[in-house]
Structure formats: structure tokens, C-alpha cells
């Protein structure tokens, strides 16, 4: 999966999340969290987003609903083929987060 070029296809950009997931000195959620996804017609998007300043953001956990809104609306999505390559990402994705830094636990945020 590490091979993957991970881009939108309408912008031809890399996702914010998918950058703030994948670099380990960003932080993670009280719960250990850096992104959650969800996938939908061929595309994924986070469920767990972070909203504010750099350095003063917090995580916000959104519904389904509200995911799919925010991710079209913004273009945060990442599209794929098929519905079930979607489905593959979103669930093996974690498995690529790095959750140390500098040889110690990632730092939580609010």
C-alpha cells in the first residue's frame, strides 16, 4: 500500500488528513487516534477530522453523513476504481500510521 500514489483525483492533490495521518511528529486523539475512513461510492474519506490552527486544532469526530458532506464539498476525498478497492483502503490504511515518534508515543491532542 506504501507504493500507492495517494492523490484526489479531481484536484490531483494529496489530502491534508492523509499528510497529518502518515507524519508521525502530528498529533493523535485521547484515544489514540489519527484518522478514521469510511468508504463510499468508489471514494474514502476521514470521520475524524482536525479543525483550528496548527498547534491549537482539535480532532473532530463527524458522522457518515457528515463525512461524505464534508469530503465532497471540499475535495478530501480519495477515489479509487471499485467500490471494494475503497473498501480495502479504508480498512488497512491504520496499518501504514506510525504511532511513535522519535522512539516514543505520537502526543494527543483535544
Known amino acids: ?64 453523513e457528515q463525512a461524505i458532506k464534508r469530503a465532497n464539498k471540499n475535495n478530501t476525498f480519495l477515489e479509487f476504481n471499485t467500490n471494494k478497492q475503497a473498501e480495502n483502503f479504508a480498512k488497512t490504511f491504520s496499518n501504514i500510521i506510525p504511532s511513535t515518534y522519535k522512539g516514543k508515543p505520537r502526543r494527543t491532542s483535544k
Open 1 to 64: 500500500m506504501a507504493d500507492i500514489i495517494i492523490k484526489n483525483t479531481k484536484n490531483n492533490k494529496i489530502p491534508n488528513w492523509v499528510k497529518r495521518s502518515l507524519n508521525p511528529a502530528s498529533p493523535m486523539t485521547k484515544d489514540n487516534e489519527t484518522v478514521k475512513l469510511i468508504s463510499y461510492d468508489n471514494k474514502v474519506a476521514p470521520t475524524i477530522v482536525r479543525i483550528g490552527t496548527r498547534g491549537k486544532g482539535k480532532f473532530l469526530k463527524l458522522t457518515s
